[in-house]
């Protein structure tokens, strides 16, 4: 049976700091917490955290695993020009293989900077995908993307295969996968395509996830049409309630946010995403007072242009204070909690996100014996001012080493970095 | 006599992009630049570049380097809080020996991540600074920081220290470092005091630095006070003038910024520690519009809190996209020019800050062979919106390795790492 201590650590997750701790594992299982080892006399491997910081693995709520291979196609443009002008026609020269390389990417990208739990929405790839996610031994929400143009009966198959996906993740041996619905957004579905994907999702339990009031002009040419905001729209009919995941959620008025909170509905704040594509500043600071479960999402490294929670920790505490000229209007402890335990609990894994008797052991090791993380004075601090992705050192899923000493276990990080310079290749000649 | 060649290396500065280039470089001084490195059959050691990207030293025109010994200290404080209650305090128990530990730990980590050269504003530890800095192979501007409490002849004998301070640094023999006269700021210092620390510069010819308009509080009360915006007032008095330096300058109207532009100002744009403290957002784009020379400042490490600066590149470019939704407004070579070419005019270092035949060889290498760099297809997003300071593998500082494959040369960095943590003990006893 597979059991270990993780000894003379600092633990740090959203809700408290154990100074000199220690941390039991027995299968899949954090067993106990505590500050002082005492040692059982049962056979037990002891990993020594001298010097480190454990916390709960990050939980980045959105993204599009293949777009890793697009990274850094267009900087300094936005949204609308870049969608249109530069992610689209490159997307349509993505396949099963090129999209699978940039999956694979993503990977082994977020492994490495302590993400152990993602969100994923692409129409390319599914299985394979899901597959990879397996045998990484991490924890994915998984989604078919849908844009819903062409024929009812184009829109119909794509809904169909959605839900066959979702419904197959969510079915997954390991326990580690969930499945979602997620139409791309109210600009590229219409309405009543909205209320099918929500009735599907519904009638099999999934849970619904959508891009909304992302960019002022969206809020603006939907209100014009429809005569009411998105987010006020979808609300109203049922589209969006409670559990679904509205990501972004930059422009969203008092009424709205108030509407969010007691509906229940979860956010997914992307704010380096927002920021690069020009979108704009979501009101963090007012979801977080309404209680709204907001938690962190890089989305594609075609707008970010990397998959570090850590950045985008630090980011979603930072701008919100010069926004509002407010220093006080982020802590960098409840940053940590929504990059970990909102999280886990908006993808569909309620027991994880915390170092907690009773939750799985999905955490992380990050070495603080290094310059900008000394002096070490304020743990919350460190993590969101200081720290980076690179910093980490080890990563467990549920009780499994995915990372030791920052060499990756379950996937061949050489191999995928040279697949996706191919696949680089084969996708450039192909546009 | 010091020679050697880095080939097969993308070289990347604020003006050009060489994909497979070399430089060259004899005594201090890069001497070729090209595209196809030709042996010339003389004796020289060959660098491979291979992977790598070749980019100018990082040039930090902002900071207090004893202070990342307070690292930190308090979060999400507003800055008038952050000074009162808990910076001031704090400082008052540093001592000579703990603000040189703060010193070391600072250039430890600046020298990490690519920063080759950076302006120090402080009271203690002056010479041990000086001292320090040469024997790091680093470049740098130095002053002694003036807050103009206490008697008249206290302030005297302050400003006389900062001319004595300065001079020295300017007559350097190694000629990597310069003094610059640094009254702390017009919420501190009376328009008398400032005048004399003005005319005690000009007479010797040493720039002027000041931190200004750095909250709304302070230009509003300012404005109370003087019936003139600081910066305004300061111009109109002849305390800022051609080569000055307005440190924050986050609160300027439109006035000011085509003042400070036809009376060619610089500024330093502190975008990490001006979010942090809620102190707001700096009209960046407007500033670069009018052709002020903006360059980049980390600040210090007890208001970042790190002092990297690839964060700070990335904080450059990011926030003013977001803050007016142009996603144009910035773009990424600009913010590398910034970070290099202007930082190092700013601080009086002409010959620095490109890759250039004629022009030091201050230069750092990045390691691009890896999951957050692959692919890499544009060299200015690669680097502000990827990259960070941990990526740097090798700095050259004026001809000399002062770090070769993330071991520094001229810096005993776990030495320094405990006096740091021993240090912190020493003053957290003093509080």
Redesign the interface.
């Known amino acids: 049976m597979n059991q270990f201590v993780v000894q003379n650590v600092t633990i740090i997750d959203g809700k408290r700091i154990i100074p000199d701790g220690f941390v039991q594992v027995k299968d899949k299982w954090i067993v106990a917490v505590g500050s002082e080892w005492m040692d059982n006399h049962e056979e037990c491997e002891c990993i020594d955290g001298q010097g480190k910081i454990l916390m709960p693995g990050l939980v980045n709520t959105h993204g599009h695993t293949p777009m890793t ?5 267009s ?5 609308e020009r ?1 969608l249109k002008e530069k992610i689209w026609p490159a997307e349509a020269a993505l396949d099963e293989e090129t999209a699978a390389a940039g999956t694979a ?1 993503a990977l ?2 977020m492994l ?2 302590g993400t152990t739990c993602f969100a994923d929405m692409y129409h390319l790839n599914r299985e394979g995908t899901a597959l990879l996610t397996e045998e990484s031994g991490m924890k994915a929400s998984l989604s078919r993307g849908m844009i819903a143009f062409g024929s009812k009966e184009a829109q119909r198959e794509k809904l169909n295969e959605a839900v066959t996906y979702a419904k197959a993740c969510d079915a997954s041996s390991s326990g580690r996968l969930r499945g979602a619905i997620f139409p791309h957004s109210p600009y590229t579905c219409s309405l009543h395509f909205l209320q099918e994907a929500k009735a599907a999702a519904d009638v099999s339990s999934l849970p619904f996830q959508i891009h909304i009031a992302e ?2 002009k969206e809020v603006r040419e939907y209100e014009k049409e429809q005569g009411k905001r998105p987010i006020a729209h979808l609300m109203e009919k049922g589209i969006l309630s409670n559990g679904s995941l509205a990501v972004h959620s930059v422009h969203v008025n008092k009424a709205e946010i108030s509407a969010l909170s007691h509906a229940g509905v979860h956010v997914s704040h992307n ?2 995403s ?8 979501a009101p963090l600071p007012q979801m977080l007072n309404e209680n709204i479960p907001v938690s962190l999402g890089t989305d594609s490294a075609a707008s ?5 929670l850590f ?1 985008e920790m ?2 979603a ?3 919100h ?12 402890q409840e940053i940590v909690n929504m990059a970990t335990y909102t999280g886990a609990q908006t993808l569909g894994f309620p027991r994880a996100g915390l170092i907690k008797e009773g939750y799985e052991a999905d955490f992380i090791l990050i070495d603080t ?1 290094q ?2 993380l ?5 743990g ?3 993590l ?3 720290a ?4 980490v050192t080890d990563v467990f899923v549920a009780g499994c080493a995915l990372m030791r000493d920052r060499r990756l276990l379950t996937l061949d ?1 050489e191999k ?2 040279k697949e ?2 191919l696949a ?1 290749e084969k996708w450039k000649a192909a546009q």
């Open positions: 291979l697009l990274r850094g196609i900087d300094d443009l936005p949204l870049w990417l082994v990208e490495r900077a960019t002022r704010p380096q927002n920021l690069k594509l020009g979108s704009g500043i970010n242009n990397t998959l570090d950045v630090r980011q505490a930072m701008i204070k010069g926004n509002e000229e407010r220093a006080e209007v982020t802590n960098a014996r310059p900008h000394t002096p070490q004075l304020n919350y601090g460190a969101v001012y200081a980076s992705g690179r910093d990080e995928i970095r996706a310079a680089h």
